[in-house]
């Protein structure tokens, strides 16, 4: 494997395994997760799987080399994001000289100091000395670039320190957007980086940045969470907008609006409230969960449409009060652009979508929700985002067991159940409230995929199996059910 590429025609081909007719005259010799695979034709060349090809590299050894080019920038000190294609301004800012379009990105490489990587509408820039990293930073706070540090792996840290913690800094960079403000600080001597982002006056968002490692110092502690959600937790990571929660301020309100039987909202804000991911580029952030912070950030929340759809209506009480269809639920956070999170009087919560009017129950709880989307970032991050087969109906604990997979407890109510095994994951939901009762199931190879496919057809034979094809290996996965006589099986986006 160099630079995430998978090399070798076997291997690559148990990757991909697709029929392509616009391929058979070239023989595919490397497969990357999310970028172009590569295949070498009949002159030697190497070819993009893009239509059409663009040519890689003139021979094989050429392939190689850029790909140990790549490869050496694997693991760098500092790993910096810029929103937009600024890899030629950057590439001139370092004297770093372009070697063109190759491997499907537009490259700047400076051997032993720097890479910038141009792809879709971001620039990453690798360096080895902090003192590029600068450089960089006071470019983009000349041009007014959004840019952020990157690392896929943060550590945990105590809590930050809230008084004096940039004395001794030297500002670098600020920018403010959307009711946010990003400050990154250089630290003495140069040997890294504090970044911050501020949200709704509070940091909600704190990261020591230093060579090859980044602390997360911002991340609260849940309670009654399972490693698994403090260490994501740490890695999303969450935040805590404190002057955005308010234990005695929403009892107050509560007991104002007459609204009895909400006690579990206290409970809610308790343990949860003001909690933020914060987006690392410019808008809303991805999560915001608490309410209070719903009570807080009413107008805000209502000038962008939450709670709002064709099929939510808001009660006679005041926001963040609706009714969707014959759920009654209060308004606790939002999820991403167009998605809200909603609580019942049981503590149940709920995803509504404002695009397409859909509600669906995540949870039992909300300490629930939070597990389960911790252990579906760890499935992610850990196999790729693989496609699902779905199979339209709860196929039961005995259809996990029998596929050798273990449940997860504390990921797993009477709304949905994980269940985790080292080559498969299925996650079964139940017909509760809106939710329609289906099984989808995960495998990280093709052959796993077809073992399970034949045990739910054997177990529910009348039951309608689906590959989601929306993902790059959804085709591949479909292409392998009906090799292996699983004709029946059909595709969805």
Not at 45 to 54: T, W
Not at 281 to 287: E, L
Request: one cysteine or more; proline letters at 6%; hydrophobic letters at 45%.
């Amino acid at each position: 494997m160099l630079a995430g590429w998978v090399l070798g025609h076997a291997a690559a081909s148990g990757l991909m395994n697709r029929p392509d007719p616009a391929t058979r005259d070239r023989v595919l010799i490397a497969e990357h997760p999310l970028r172009c695979a590569i295949f070498l034709d009949q002159n030697g060349r190497a070819l993009s799987s893009e239509h059409p090809p663009r040519v890689l590299a003139g021979d094989p050894a050429s392939l190689v080399d850029r790909l140990v080019a790549l490869d050496s920038f694997r693991d760098p000190a500092f790993s910096l994001v810029a929103l937009g294609r600024w890899g030629k301004a950057l590439g001139r800012e370092l004297g770093i000289p372009p070697i063109g379009r190759s491997m499907g990105q537009d490259l700047w490489i400076a051997p032993g100091r720097a890479l910038i990587e141009e792809q879709w509408s971001e620039t990453t820039v690798a360096c080895v000395a902090a003192d590029d990293v600068a450089r960089c930073l006071r470019f983009a706070a000349r041009k007014d670039i959004a840019v952020c540090f990157s690392a896929s792996q943060p550590e945990t840290a105590p809590p930050p320190l809230l008084a004096d913690e940039a004395a001794g800094l030297e500002s670098i960079y600020i920018r403010e957007e959307h009711g946010r403000t990003a400050r990154i600080d250089a630290r003495p001597m140069g040997a890294g980086f504090v970044q911050r982002l501020e949200r709704y006056g509070d940091v909600v968002d704190r990261r020591e940045i230093a060579p090859r490692r980044v602390i997360v110092t911002s991340s609260p502690a849940l309670k009654g969470a399972s490693p698994r959600l403090a260490r994501y937790a740490v890695s999303a990571p969450l935040g805590r907008a404190a002057r955005l929660t308010s234990v005695e301020g929403l009892s107050t309100y509560l007991a104002e609006m007459g609204c009895r039987g909400w006690d579990v909202l206290l409970h809610v804000e308790a343990h949860f409230g003001g909690l933020i991911r914060e987006s690392l580029w410019p808008g809303p952030p991805r999560m915001r969960l608490g309410p209070w912070l719903a009570l807080r950030l009413a107008e805000e929340l209502e000038a962008e449409g939450r709670g709002d759809s064709p099929d939510a209506e808001e009660l006679s009480r005041a926001f963040p009060f609706l009714r969707w269809g014959e759920h009654e639920l209060c308004l606790i956070g939002t999820l991403d652009q167009d998605q809200d999170l909603s609580i019942d009087p049981r503590g149940f919560v709920f995803l509504g979508d404002r695009e397409i009017g859909q509600l669906s129950c995540l949870a039992q709880s909300v300490l629930g929700m939070l597990e389960k989307t911790a252990l579906v970032d760890e499935r992610v991050n850990g196999w790729g985002r693989l496609a699902a087969l779905v199979v339209d109906r709860d196929l039961g604990g005995d259809f996990a067991e029998q596929a050798g997979t273990t449940r997860v407890d504390e990921a797993s109510d009477v709304v949905s159940a994980h269940h985790v095994g080292e080559l498969s994951w299925i996650h079964r939901v139940s017909e509760l409230g809106p939710n329609r009762a289906e099984t989808r199931i995960v495998a990280r190879i093709s052959e796993e995929l077809v073992r399970l496919a034949r045990l739910a057809r054997e177990l529910a034979p009348e039951a309608k199996l689906r590959v989601v094809t929306s993902s790059l290996e959804g085709q591949p996965r479909l292409a392998a059910l009906h090799a292996a006589g699983l004709r029946d099986v059909t595709s969805m986006h």
